[in-house]
């Protein structure tokens, strides 16, 4: 391998690692037009693992806007980055598969009139994201989303536990 495909390897690895990063800031900051722009065209995203949509991106975008709205704080982190590229047309790295784990604490909204806000997390969830990676004229663009949710823990407790009564 030569110096300027090394060289290239590197800067492709970190124009990845920066659409990775934006990806869990737009769903954390509910941008969900950039959400959108991550995405190359005809771009798909599936959720259904964590209760949610499969669909295109604009489709995604639209159900995460409204399902995000009863989480008002939400935190990816997205770690234990595993890249792979892959060729096509005998061009170097025009594809490439991201898998990551994540961990996702958020708080559910207050309910209205509310004075003491929590700011504690109340749902955490974790898993493995698998991200289908496109080189495109604009650079990297998300062709595929599959998130692979594994557990998750609401006020402490599994889902599947009652509150004791007091």
Not at 11 to 29: F, G, K, N, P
Not at 58 to 76: G, I, T
Not at 91 to 110: E, K, Q, T
Not at 120 to 143: E, S
């Amino acid at each position: 391998m030569t110096q300027r495909v090394e060289l290239a390897a590197v800067i492709d690895r970190l124009a990845i690692d920066a659409l990775i990063t934006e990806y869990a800031v737009t769903v954390d900051d509910g941008d969900w037009d950039a959400y959108q722009q991550l995405f190359a065209p005809g771009g798909r995203a599936d959720y259904r693992s964590a209760g949610g949509i499969e669909g295109d991106a604009a489709e995604v975008a639209a159900w995460l806007a409204d399902a995000m709205r009863m989480f008002p704080m939400r935190q990816h982190l997205i770690v234990n980055r595993r890249l792979e590229f892959g060729t096509l047309e005998q061009d170097i790295g025009d594809w490439a598969r991201v898998r990551a784990d994540y961990v996702n604490p958020m708080r559910f909204a207050d309910p209205p009139g509310s004075t003491t806000p929590s700011s504690a997390p109340d749902f955490v969830c974790g898993g493995r994201y698998a991200f289908a990676l496109l080189r495109t004229h604009g650079g990297w663009r998300l062709r595929q989303v599959a998130v692979r949710e594994k557990w998750r823990r609401a006020d402490g407790r599994r889902p599947d536990e009652r509150p004791t009564e007091d």
